[in-house]
C-alpha cells in the first residue's frame, strides 16, 4: 500500500510568486491534514480536510494560502504571493475517519522563498 | 495554551550508548502524548504513543518512553543506539479540547558516532 505522497519534494522561488504543493493521501483515508515546520521552529498545524470539507482551517497564517481537496482524494496548498517567510518544509497527513491521532506522514516539500 | 519542550536541540551519542530524549508538555489534564521520528527523506514515523495505562509505553525500532505525570514528562529511551537511529525526533500532544490535531515540540537531532 503506497504512503503518503507530496509533490514537488523541493521548490525554489522568488519573492512574490506562486506555489502549489500537491499531497496525495493513502487511498480510503477521509481526513487530511497539513502542517508547516518554518526553519528552526517547531511543526505547526495548518489546517484538516474530512473529504472535501475543511473541518479546521485554525492555523492558516493568511490569506495568501489557499487549500483545496476537491473530489476528496489529492489535495493541493497554494501560497499566492509568496514571501520569504513562508520558506519550510510542509508536511502532509492523513487518517481514517475515527482514527484522528493514527495519523501518517509524507516526507514533505521543502519551500525556498528567495 | 498547550505547549511542549524538547530541551536537547541535538544530542551525540556513540553507537551502543543508551540514549535519552526529553520532553515536557504544559497541559492541564493529561493529553495523548506521542513520539515521531523522521530520517532523511522520510515523513515522521510514529514510534509509540501514550493513551492511559501502563505508563511505561513500548514502541517500534526498540524505543520505548515513560509517562511521568508529576513531571510533565515523556522521555523517549533506548538501550542501545543503532547507527540507523540517526534521524530528528519529536514529541508530540494532542488532546481532545484541542480537536484532531498534534502540537510539536522542537525536535530533537540525533547524531550517532561509529
Known amino acids: 500500500e503506497a504512503g503518503v505522497t507530496q509533490f514537488p519534494s523541493h521548490s525554489v522561488i522568488e519573492k512574490g510568486q506562486t506555489v502549489t504543493l500537491r499531497c496525495d493521501p493513502i487511498?480510503?483515508?477521509?481526513?487530511l491534514y497539513w502542517y508547516r515546520r518554518v526553519m528552526g521552529k517547531e511543526i505547526k498545524f495548518l489546517l484538516h480536510?474530512?473529504?472535501?470539507?475543511?473541518?479546521?482551517e485554525s492555523g492558516m497564517p493568511n490569506n495568501r494560502f489557499l487549500a483545496e481537496r476537491t473530489g476528496g482524494t489529492y489535495s493541493t496548498l497554494k501560497v499566492q504571493p509568496a514571501e520569504l517567510e513562508d520558506s519550510g518544509v510542509y508536511f502532509c497527513?492523513?487518517?481514517?475517519?475515527?482514527?484522528?491521532?493514527?495519523?501518517?506522514f509524507g516526507p514533505g516539500t521543502r519551500l525556498t522563498v528567495t | 495554551a498547550q505547549s511542549v519542550t524538547q530541551p536537547d536541540i541535538h544530542i551525540t551519542v556513540s553507537e551502543g550508548a543508551s540514549l535519552e530524549l526529553r520532553c515536557n508538555y504544559s497541559?492541564?489534564?493529561?493529553?495523548?502524548l506521542f513520539w515521531y521520528v523522521q530520517s532523511p527523506g522520510q515523513g515522521l514515523q510514529l514510534l509509540l504513543k501514550?493513551?492511559?495505562?501502563?505508563?511505561l509505553v513500548q514502541g517500534i525500532k526498540g524505543f520505548e518512553a515513560e509517562f511521568k505525570r508529576s513531571q510533565s514528562s515523556f522521555n523517549l529511551r533506548k538501550p542501545s543506539v543503532h547507527w540507523s537511529d540517526a534521524a530528528e525526533y519529536f514529541c508530540?500532544?494532542?488532546?481532545?479540547?484541542?480537536?484532531?490535531?498534534?502540537?510539536f515540540g522542537p525536535g530533537t537531532r540525533l547524531s550517532v558516532l561509529p
Open positions: 497527513a492523513s487518517s481514517q475517519v475515527g482514527l484522528q491521532y493514527e495519523q501518517y
Open positions: 487511498s480510503g483515508h477521509d481526513n
Open positions: 480536510f474530512v473529504k472535501e470539507s475543511k473541518q479546521d
Open positions: 497541559y492541564g489534564a493529561t493529553p495523548y
Open positions: 501514550y493513551f492511559s495505562g501502563d505508563t
Open positions: 508530540a500532544v494532542g488532546a481532545l479540547d484541542y480537536g484532531q490535531n498534534f502540537v
